[in-house]
């Protein structure tokens, strides 16, 4: 399996699962405390940071609303377009799974930091 594109599908299957139900997704993710820098792709970065900004005023998430703050913003493009983000519903059929997705995440986040020390103690 191409590890690159499993974890981009486990990121838009996580930003999918908070389309479909914000509060437990976003509550389960700081649980596990997933930022938005644990996302390898930065148009999702961009999305769940949104989102947690959304959850965090008391604002309603859905595909459209996110998009309206992305587009206020002015980081819709930067997210990846409204096509991109109307497909997250798509990357996931329900949440029953996203606690594996986010854990998936923070590993390979784990992993990127891991390597990246390495690098570091080698020069």
């Not at 405390?33 to 949104?50: W, Y």
């Not at 900004?53 to 493009?77: E, F, S, Y």
């Not at 983000?85 to 990357?91: E, K, Q, R, V």
């Amino acid at each position: 399996m191409n590890k690159q594109y499993s974890d981009t599908d486990a990121e838009r299957a996580v930003l999918g699962a908070v389309l479909l139900d914000p509060t437990i997704t976003l509550h389960l993710a700081k649980e596990k405390r997933l930022s938005p820098d644990a996302f390898s792709d930065q148009k999702n970065a961009i999305i769940f940071r949104t989102m947690d900004a959304m959850l965090a005023g008391g604002k309603a998430i859905d595909a459209m609303t996110v998009m309206r703050r992305l587009d206020d913003k002015g980081n819709i493009d930067k997210a990846g377009g409204r096509e991109y983000i109307t497909g997250l519903l798509d990357a996931i059929p329900t949440v029953t799974h996203a606690a594996h997705y986010l854990e998936l995440i923070i590993e390979n986040n784990a992993s990127v930091i891991l390597r990246s020390a390495c690098r570091l103690y080698r020069r």
